[in-house]
């Protein structure tokens, strides 16, 4: 039986990490199911060629771009004020920008850098766009998190602790939080018609194995026969923002499009709601808007 693509003609979706790999070929599809997409983007060079590859190949002029470090809050705080600026409605929050590093290092503003892109800068922004997503309910918030969240521990009250940092660790942890999160978010906004899950692509051939840390790339090298390409990877993205079969699920885990049990630790209600609030306990005030005369 032969599906039938979804019409996404006056849906507004935004997609973060949307300059290569997963994300760009997310934003490619939706596009060509007519969707506004905000693709966001960290470097202007690969962001600027993404935005006119993905305007080609889904022969959609409906494509906008963002640029700015999602790592950072304050930039977080600026992408949703110029969204909301330009847009009333919110159909599909898409958060798959992530990264992994080879050194413990914070940001400027105190978070380790890999928690920090992967987990505090997707939680902040689902916060800032809540208004719009509920308005434009039935909506979906998808969260790219990954197998590896399975190895993954949350180190409270300080994630960004330099003595428990390990590159792998780091990373599941961050993975971990994603599917957390997706979870609390689930629970919060049941009612409001507005749906929270999380995925994982696959081991995928992308640039985070080239990007991230030595011990990164290493084991890229190595398994690089073994991905997925990134069109492939990014099925599960489009069929949790678009199929009208995940219409109503929330709250679950999905692999090759199909929920699957995550681990014990991700279940765990309590550790969710200690994850949220030492989150919020992180994030700093918005930066103030300029003064008019």
């Known amino acids: 039986m032969t599906q039938t693509t979804p019409d ?12 290569s790999g997963i994300g760009k070929e997310a934003a490619v599809e939706l596009a060509r199911m007519g969707a506004t997409v905000f693709a966001v983007s960290r470097d202007p060079a690969r962001g600027h060629a993404a935005y006119d590859e993905i305007r080609k190949r889904s022969g959609s002029d409906r494509v906008q771009l963002w640029l700015g470090d999602l790592m950072l809050q304050r930039e977080n705080h600026r992408l949703a004020a110029d969204f909301r600026k330009v ?29 920090a892109l992967n987990h505090v800068g997707p939680f902040l922004l689902t916060q800032l766009l809540l208004d719009p ?27 960004s602790a330099r003595h428990v940092f390990g590159v792998y660790g780091a990373y599941a942890q961050s993975k971990l939080a994603n599917l957390l999160t997706a979870k609390e978010l689930a629970r919060q906004l049941q009612g409001t018609g507005v749906t929270a899950n999380a995925l994982h692509p696959g081991v995928v051939a992308t640039n985070i194995w080239s990007a991230g840390s030595f011990s990164a790339r ?16 990014a099925e599960t993205l489009v069929h949790l923002a678009a199929s ?15 929920p699957v049990v995550p681990s014990k630790r991700s279940s765990d209600p309590a550790l969710a709601r200690q994850l949220w609030d030492a989150t919020h306990a992180m994030l700093k005030p918005p930066p103030e808007l300029p003064r008019g005369r």
């Open 133 to 159: 997503l509920k308005a434009s309910a039935p909506s979906r918030i998808v969260l790219v998190s990954s197998e590896a969240h399975r190895q993954g521990k949350i180190h409270l009250p300080d994630p």
């Open 244 to 258: 009208p079969e995940v219409a109503n699920v929330s709250g679950a885990y999905f692999v090759r499009k199909l």
């Open 8 to 19: 996404l003609t006056g849906r507004v979706c935004l997609v973060t990490g949307a300059s």
């Open 87 to 115: 847009h009333k409605r919110l159909d599909v929050l898409l958060l798959n920008a992530g990264s992994n590093f080879g050194q413990w290092r914070l940001t400027d503003e105190g978070v380790e850098r890999t928690f």
């Open 218 to 233: 290493v084991i890229g090298w190595l398994a690089r026969p073994f991905m997925v390409d990134a069109a492939t990877g």
